[in-house]
């Protein structure tokens, strides 16, 4: 399997732990020093970005399309679309983002280093919110 297929399968992977709410798995798939930043700015560490599953996050639908993986040696770049149906602290939080998950060969095996989101994504004929007229 090419260095390509396995870090579209980690990514696989990845997408499956968040659908399953499977927050051990994550001890696998990310590397010790890994960085996830919502897409509202927050940053989480590898155990806090498990403990979500630990707490009242649940996904009903979870998604990772089209994922478009540039390797550079040992690092790898995924550009994707992440799409979730997600109910949080008693709220539904269904939307698209645009992902970028880095991922790290370590040994033999690829591990998550970083995820970064943003959006959600919007209609492109839309003006962005900043420049929408206030009710």
Do not use: C, Y
């Not at 970028?100 to 959006?119: D, F, H, K, P």
């Amino acid at each position: 399997m090419s260095s390509q297929e396995q870090v579209l399968d980690l990514v696989g992977l990845w997408a499956q732990a968040e659908l399953n709410g499977d927050a051990d798995a994550f001890g696998d798939l990310l590397s010790d020093d890994f960085a996830g930043i919502g897409p509202v700015g927050f940053k989480l560490d590898k155990e806090q970005w498990a403990g979500r599953h630990r707490g009242d996050l649940k996904n009903h639908h979870f998604a990772i399309l089209d994922p478009q993986a540039r390797l550079h040696g040992d690092t790898a770049i995924v550009s994707a679309v992440q799409e979730q149906r997600t109910s949080v602290r008693g709220r539904e939080s269904n939307h698209s983002f645009r992902v970028t998950l880095v991922a790290v060969r370590q040994g033999e095996r690829w591990r998550i280093a970083n995820i970064q989101l943003s959006g959600p994504l919007q209609d492109p004929s839309e003006p962005p919110p900043f420049a929408r007229e206030r009710a």
